[in-house]
């Protein structure tokens, strides 16, 4: 079984991009699931109904969430009634949505959880403790995908070893950045600190630049639109041994 995880979508630009080459990539890869990063799909930050309705329509099965995920107010219907836009399961369960989804295609089942890290971002549940919690709730799934939306790259491989053996694989998100350290970890369950982005290539984490220099060096509030330019995607196919669940291969892929 082949899954595509596609790193943090930015701006229309990047749906665009998305909308573009998703359907290739399904077929070359034979992809059987697909999971989308899509906090940041809307221009200017977090995500819109439209944009996740755009990335639904080009072949995203599951779009996951992070920190952005609750700042546009249309969107809380839609991660209420939605049960594949999901939002990481570790914010209050006050919090519109959940992080939890199963994708039935009838001969297999494949869970995919959503979570956020707490190191250097909000102090939110415990991420380690709240995914023992859903793999023991949902029994124990043969096939089980984790995007881990975090900023520190060791709470990100701390969480893959400890839940190495009991899932399918994990992979990061939000750094907006693509890491080289694809591995299997020895219980088997797939790794990548950072899945990357998938957005405007001449720009900072797809950001304008001008505005991320003023921001850094000025230090003063902006505001944030998304750069213009050529899109690169960022993603990783990762094969599942059909017997046991587990990783078989992590490959990344850079598309400009
Ligand atoms: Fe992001
Ligand atoms: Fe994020």
Redesign the pocket.
């Known amino acids: 079984m082949n899954i595509l995880c596609v790193g ?1 979508v930015v701006g229309s630009s990047g749906c665009k991009f998305l909308r573009n080459l998703l359907p290739g990539i399904k077929q070359e890869y034979s992809v059987d699931v697909c999971i989308v990063n899509g ?2 799909a809307a221009d200017g930050n977090g995500l819109t109904l439209s944009a996740a309705q755009h990335m639904f329509d080009s072949g995203a099965d599951v779009i996951t969430g ?3 995920i609750f700042r546009r107010q249309e969107l809380y219907e839609m991660l209420d009634s939605s049960p594949t836009l999901l939002r990481p399961a570790n914010y209050p369960s006050s919090a519109p949505g959940n992080g939890v989804c199963i994708i039935d295609r009838g001969s297999y089942q494949v869970t995919i959880i959503n979570l ?1 890290g707490v190191v250097y971002m909000e102090p939110l549940a415990c991420p380690f403790d709240t995914l023992d919690i859903l793999i023991n709730q949902a029994g124990n799934p043969k096939f089980c995908i984790v995007d881990f ?1 975090a900023e520190a790259t060791a709470e990100k491989k701390a969480l893959a070893y400890h839940a190495d053996g009991r899932i399918s694989a994990l992979f990061g ?4 950045v693509q890491t080289a350290d694809e591995q299997i970890l020895p219980g088997g369950t797939g790794f990548i600190t950072d899945a990357g982005m998938t957005g405007p290539l001449n720009s900072v984490l797809g950001i304008r630049p001008e505005q991320a220099i003023a921001k850094m060096h000025g230090k003063l509030p902006v505001r944030f639109s998304t750069a213009d330019g050529p899109c690169m995607l960022n993603a990783v196919v990762i094969t599942l041994s059909d017997m046991t669940g587990k990783t078989t291969s992590i490959k990344r892929l850079i598309i400009k």
């Open positions: 943090d906090e940041n992070g920190n952005h956020i939306h998100t939000h750094t907006h």
